[in-house]
């Protein structure tokens, strides 16, 4: 526990116990640290609706405690650099310390500071009551999300890079809160898509893929249906809102007929124009090592609304998508330049004012047509993951003969001779279940086709750091223009 001011998880339990219906926000130390006194747009309108929208928010008792080092961590550089200012010539030395005792104070104070704020908006630190040290550990050793940070999925050399002790816990005890309350929605808010997210397209996806190891921990757990996972709080607030001031079928479809499609291009432009795309969520071809939207033409009768909700004044907030035909520049890996021209999908979010004209705009991602068959052929070239690699690797032994086993290593100290050669390849060869082997023959050759075959080849070829400069001067002066 932290002192006096981390509440118990029991305190959790009891209060909800009255509220079985209510929907729980569990949040990461990223959402807390983006606003440590809880006062950001998503903040103050999820608390202030609370009741309104029957939610609950939790904080894993880790939470709280990160939070604190993160904050006042950030607040003691901020310190330092006001601290190595010289202002003694302007006169400001005085007003120089004070601000150093100001922050001084506001750092030593915010653990208090935040969980006070915590008992205000009515959210409950929760500690993880049941720490199962065998299953974090296990985790551990097979490199289970969220445990570590690395393998193909993550970090191309697949290697781990980060000791996610503090992630499991918050994961489990997310478990641990869905599992007691079966009458509970709960949405897991976490920045952190790394850990916890599949790769996906689009940022703000409501709800956001979760890792396939955590999504088997939810059916396993059978919470699978009430469990979601978003990345931000302002993502969550616009889902929420659509679905607690819904608006009728008749009214979006009015709302969307109503927006003017020149001023929605000319919205979009500054966010399009020149925007660098990834190869993979653009459904690029593999050979791609850089790519830039360079001009665009809105395809109205693509345009869609989601999660609408009026706001005060008769205002609107909303997700939209929409495709675009898109005319990209593609650098090769071999440093050539070429134009093509295919049909992107974006999306993102759009503030409407009670006239329906577009007050502001932001865009959240530009990927291919969910049926663009450059997806698929981007999945087959994928590394395959850590999970993946493991089902292969029990499948294998699963099919091996243990006795050949046993006999390999017992003269693997030998010198091998062409008889013993050819005898472990005719025992290898009966060992293997002739069924799995047949299954993956077809399933390998389903998968590949000559085109596939040709760009994987095209994309082997190294990028010297010449061509990398030449790419980057031509978005340096694209970027110039």
């Known amino acids: 526990m932290h002192d006096t001011h981390a509440h118990s998880a029991e305190s ?3 209060a909800m116990m009255v509220h079985m219906s209510e929907t729980i926000v569990v949040v990461d130390t990223n959402i807390i640290v983006g606003s440590p006194r809880l006062r950001s747009p998503g903040w103050t309108s999820l608390i202030d609706h609370a009741k309104e929208w029957g ?12 939070t604190v ?3 006042t961590r950030h607040w003691d550089k901020q310190r330092a650099a006001i601290r190595d200012l010289r202002v003694g010539e302007f006169g400001l030395s005085q007003t120089q310390a004070d601000m150093i005792a100001a922050i001084a104070e506001r750092i030593d104070g915010y653990g208090g500071e935040l969980a006070d704020r915590f008992r205000e908006v009515g959210a409950e630190v929760v500690a993880f009551t049941t720490p199962d040290v065998l299953e974090i550990s296990r985790r551990a050793s097979e490199r289970r999300a969220p445990y570590v940070k690395g393998g193909p999925e993550n970090d191309p050399k697949g290697g781990a890079t980060k000791d996610g002790f503090r992630d499991t816990v918050i994961w489990l005890t997310v478990l641990q809160i869905a599992e007691r ?21 689009d940022d703000d996806a409501c709800p956001y893929p979760l890792r396939r190891e955590l999504v088997g921990d939810l059916e ?19 889902h929420l809102a659509s679905e607690f001031a819904s608006v009728p079928e008749a009214d979006r479809l009015s709302l969307n007929e109503q927006i003017d499609q020149e001023s929605l291009s000319g919205a979009l432009a500054p966010f399009l124009d020149g925007r660098e795309l990834s190869p993979k969520s653009a459904g690029l071809p593999l ?3 850089a790519a830039r939207l360079s001009s665009f033409e809105l395809l109205p009768e693509s345009f869609r609304l989601l999660d609408a909700a009026r706001r ?15 005319v990209v520049d593609v650098f090769d890996r071999t440093g050539n330049l070429d134009t093509i021209t295919k049909p992107l999908r974006v999306e993102g979010r759009l503030t409407l004012t009670a006239e329906h004209a577009i ?11 969910p049926g663009d068959r450059m997806r698929g052929v981007w999945r087959l070239a994928d590394p395959p993951t850590p999970e993946l690699q493991r089902r292969l690797s029990e499948a294998v032994a699963v099919s091996f003969d243990q006795e050949l086993m046993k006999r390999i290593r017992e003269t693997a100290g030998a010198s091998f001779n062409p008889e013993l050669t050819k005898q472990i390849r005719e025992a290898a060869q009966s060992s293997f279940d002739q069924e799995l082997m047949k299954q993956m023959r077809q399933a390998a050759e389903g998968s590949f086709d000559p085109e596939l075959m040709m760009q994987m080849r095209q994309a082997a070829a190294t990028v010297t750091p010449e061509i990398s400069a030449h790419i980057n001067r031509y978005f340096d002066d694209q970027r110039g223009h």
């Open 359 to 369: 007050d502001s705009i932001a865009v959240s991602s530009v990927s291919a047509l």
């Open 69 to 71: 080092n993160v904050v």
């Open 12 to 14: 959790l339990w009891c």
């Open 287 to 289: 050979a791609t090592a």
């Open 220 to 238: 396993d757990a059978g919470v699978a249906n009430r469990v979601r996972y978003v990345r931000s709080l302002e993502r969550l607030e616009q």
């Open 55 to 66: 939610l609950r928010f939790a904080v894993p008792e880790v939470v709280q405690l990160e």
């Open 181 to 201: 309350y079966p009458g509970c929605d709960v949405w897991f808010v976490s920045d952190n898509h790394r850990d916890f997210g599949s790769r996906g397209d």
């Open 312 to 326: 005060a004044s008769d205002t609107w907030t909303t997700q939209f998508v929409v495709s675009v035909n898109a």
